[in-house]
């Protein structure tokens, strides 16, 4: 069975760190791209970053490039996002989902988490 | 960044009705496009990959048109466990994008 499992939610000041992780079992976690995807409380979905199977491509949104980095340990079949200089605006709570590639080409993100939530606030 | 502009944002629908849901691109975007259900407090899950493709599991009930711009979620005679929020996505391009979402509720 396919799991994912993110950790290392909670609560910092804003200019804080915090760095997620995310479990994965139950697959070939070094055959797939992994992707991070927030929603702020009582929002709508925003995807973060993503990263490639061997960790050499990675892709962010705007609003986090040069603040978060993310990773990945194919060897202990994890996935991180490590998040510096946060503010008010990325609280929400963050997931972590596989890409999944069908047999025509196209993808999308087939199994998630169940979040961890992340509060920036003084 | 491409722009998703889903509509409507809200929807109110009887058991068994059929329910259409738009989402627009602000550019082509070929089929490189998704639909997502989220029930409240749960994570999204895949329902439509690749404008058209229903991914495995997901009731024949459901199903996805569209090309280039306008894409569609239809569902033929809603269950009650469809009333949730979807949200189309956009992976033509970086950054990824998703629409405003559109909340489904029982009338």
């Known amino acids: 069975e396919v799991q994912l499992v993110e950790s290392g939610g909670g609560l910092v000041q804003p200019g804080g760190s915090l760095r997620l992780s995310c479990a994965a079992s139950?697959?070939?976690?070094?055959?797939?791209?992994m992707t991070w995807v927030r929603q702020a409380p009582g929002k709508g979905l925003e995807w973060v970053a993503n990263?490639?199977?061997?960790?050499?491509?990675?892709y962010y949104v705007d609003s986090v490039k040069g603040r978060f980095t993310i990773s990945r340990d194919n060897a202990k079949n994890s996935l991180y996002l490590q998040m510096n200089s946060l503010r008010a605006e990325d609280t929400a709570a963050y997931y972590c989902a596989r890409d999944f590639y069908g047999g025509s080409g196209y993808h999308g993100f087939d199994y998630w988490g169940q979040g961890t939530l992340v509060t920036v606030s003084s | 960044a491409i722009q998703m502009t889903q509509f409507p944002s809200s929807l109110s629908a009887f058991v068994g009705d059929r329910v259409t849901i738009t989402c627009r691109a602000s550019q082509g975007i070929r089929s490189d496009f998704a639909w997502y259900q989220q029930q409240p407090g749960k994570a999204p899950r895949l329902l439509i990959y690749g404008a058209s493709s229903l991914q495995s599991g997901v009731p024949s009930r459901f199903s996805g048109s569209g090309s280039g711009t306008d894409f569609t979620l239809t569902i033929s005679s809603l269950q009650p466990e469809d009333f949730a929020t979807y949200y189309c996505l956009q992976d033509y391009n970086y950054p990824l994008t998703f629409g405003q979402g559109t909340k489904l509720e029982i009338k």
């Open positions: 139950g697959f070939t976690f070094s055959s797939y791209w």
């Open positions: 990263i490639r199977q061997d960790g050499s491509d990675k």
